[in-house]
Structures are given as structure tokens and as C-alpha cells.
């Protein structure tokens, strides 16, 4: 049976550096304990994935804030995207137009000969309305499918890291999803699953626990997503760490790569 490597140092850990009763393994090389699952799920050291971060990665200041930012764009990701929202809205798109259609004559008169719905509509004002009702959770999903498609072009993940008032926040520019926590108070940084499944399989995810329970960075390439994970664990969980140190360390291994 081959050896597992450390998860820091990419040194391989003897079967007598593992211990399954405590759940952790000590690495001789770097003296550094480890969790077994980070042991098992780490496919490349946590210092070879600092020194190198992907494309659409970095680390920044930005007055007392460290922020950690991953780019959300992916052209694959953007191109089924697209074919799945173009699909499923041009189908939701005719019964809309009937309804609109059914609205206007109900509510105004006759349709303008340029209206693109159907010239005669729904006669009845009672199937207009049920047809608008039906089709409030189908224009609810064509509406989020838009939203994942630009996520893919021009989204991000930004962490920033600033004590109490840190914050996660999914979007693109100013137009985010922020919800906030404590660093002081971080418990873990691990990978979980998302309650949504890609081809029967579960989505990977980054989940803090702080002050409560933050999951994120379910659309993130997997590059991507493993050098956050990586950088979140160096600063919020490490003990002792110094944060600012870090920072700078990371600022500098990417203009390195630059």
C-alpha cells in the first residue's frame, strides 16, 4: 500500500505517522499535524498551492481589510450556461407572451400588430390569471439561470478577512450576495457539499464556521476553489498565524507568477 503525502509538505507520511483513533497524522519532515480527511482529500501540498496560485486568483488590501478574491469566470461554465438558459427561457418565453397577450386585451384593448404574442389570446380573463400564477416559479427559475450565466462571464468570490466585520460575498462588482462573520471566531474551513447535484453528484463547496455557518463557491472551477480553501485555512484557522505576514507572502507569490 502506497503512502500518503503530508498535506503541508508533500512528504510521505510511514503508516506509523497516522493516527486513526485521534483522526490526525504527524508529518516528521515538517513536524505539522493533520486532519485525516485533509490528509486524504489533498491532491497537491498546501505550500506548492500557495506559491501558485491559478489564473483569476489573488490576495489584496484594501484599507484594514485582506481580501481574497476568485474569479468566477469560466468559458466552459459560460457555455453551458448559456444552452441551458436559452433552452428553458425561449420555451418559458411563449406562455409569457400569451399571458402579456391576455393581459393587454383584458386590460387595454386589442394587441398592436408588432406585439410578438399570438393575435388571439386567451379569451377568458380566469385562464390568463391561472396561466400567470402557473408561471411564476418557471420565470423564477429562467430569471436565476441569467444569473449563474453572469456569474460565469464576470462573477467573483471576494472573502475579506477584517475581524468582526468579515464578510463573504458572491457577485459581480458592487451587486453581491454578502453575509458576514467573525474571523476571530472561526472553528473550521473545510470542503462540504451543496444541496444541488451535477450529473448525481453532490457540488462541492466551502464551508466556514464561525459565528455560523457560511457555504460558498459552489460555481468555482476546481483550481480555483482548492487554492480558497487553502488560503482560508492558512488565515483563519492556523494557529497563531500571522495574518499580515501571510498576506504579503501571497501578494508577492503572484507578482512572482505575473
Request: aromatic content about 6%.
Amino acid at each position: 500500500m502506497s503512502e500518503n503525502p503530508c498535506p503541508n509538505c508533500g512528504e510521505s507520511l510511514p503508516r506509523d505517522a497516522i493516527n486513526v483513533a485521534e483522526g490526525v497524522a504527524l508529518c516528521d519532515a515538517c513536524g505539522r499535524l493533520s486532519r485525516l480527511s485533509d490528509v486524504a482529500a489533498r491532491r497537491r501540498p498546501v505550500q506548492a498551492v500557495l506559491d501558485d496560485p491559478p489564473a483569476g486568483c489573488r490576495v489584496e488590501r484594501w484599507g484594514h481589510e485582506i481580501r481574497v478574491r476568485a474569479s468566477l469566470r469560466s468559458l466552459k461554465g459560460a457555455v453551458g450556461a448559456a444552452a441551458i438558459t436559452l433552452f428553458w427561457n425561449g420555451i418559458v418565453s411563449v406562455f409569457v407572451l400569451l399571458a402579456a397577450s391576455g393581459l393587454y386585451r383584458h386590460f387595454i384593448g386589442p394587441p398592436p400588430a408588432w406585439f410578438p404574442g399570438p393575435e388571439e389570446g386567451l379569451k377568458s380573463f380566469g385562464e390568463t390569471l391561472f396561466l400567470c400564477v402557473f408561471l411564476i416559479p418557471f420565470v423564477a427559475i429562467g430569471a436565476t439561470m441569467i444569473a449563474v450565466l453572469l456569474l460565469t462571464i464576470a462573477g467573483r468570490v471576494e472573502v475579506a478577512i477584517a475581524g468582526v466585520g468579515s464578510s463573504v460575498a458572491t457577485g459581480i462588482g458592487w451587486l453581491s450576495y454578502r453575509r458576514r462573520f467573525d474571523a476571530d471566531q472561526t472553528t473550521s474551513v473545510a470542503l462540504d457539499k451543496s444541496s444541488l447535484k451535477s450529473e448525481d453528484q453532490s457540488t462541492p463547496v466551502i464551508k466556514i464556521n464561525a459565528n455560523g455557518v457560511i457555504k460558498f463557491g459552489m460555481l468555482l472551477p476546481e483550481e480555483r476553489l482548492d487554492w480558497m480553501l487553502v488560503v482560508l485555512q492558512q488565515m483563519l484557522t492556523e494557529p497563531d498565524v500571522d495574518r499580515e505576514s501571510l498576506a504579503r507572502e501571497l501578494m508577492n507569490s503572484r507578482t512572482r507568477r505575473g
